[in-house]
């Protein structure tokens, strides 16, 4: 079964950047949507970003003009590109496609 496997979380500052990548384990039908969702501490998952197949994007308006999904069928991944963070954007970030979930990796925008 394919498996979706986030990495590039960690500990930034405010103001920062990071990038975020999903990785499937085998071959992705590149006709999915592919999602990021997030859960912050204490709070319901919700949906950060989507791309379609064609490169439509939808974009939470919380992190509008600062995050960019972006994804590589070639590689079977998906990016989220995210800039000027603060300190609402900590949560445990993961990559969605049909019922496939990641496992999630922690962002933590602290000074």
């Known amino acids: 079964q394919v498996q979706l496997v986030e990495s590039g979380g960690g500990l930034v500052q405010p103001g920062g950047s990071l990038r975020l990548s999903c990785a499937a384990s085998?071959?992705?039908?590149?006709?999915?949507?592919m999602r990021w969702f997030r859960q912050p501490p204490g709070k319901q998952r919700e949906l950060v970003a989507l791309i379609t197949s064609g490169g439509s994007t939808y974009y939470a308006d919380s992190v509008k003009g600062r995050f960019t999904i972006s994804r590589d069928n070639a590689k079977n991944t998906v990016y989220l590109h995210m800039n000027s963070l603060n300190a609402e954007d900590t949560a445990v970030y993961y990559c969605?496609?049909?019922?496939?979930w990641g496992k999630g990796t922690l962002v933590t925008v602290s000074s």
């Open positions: 085998g071959r992705i039908n590149s006709l999915l949507v």
């Open positions: 969605n496609i049909e019922t496939l």
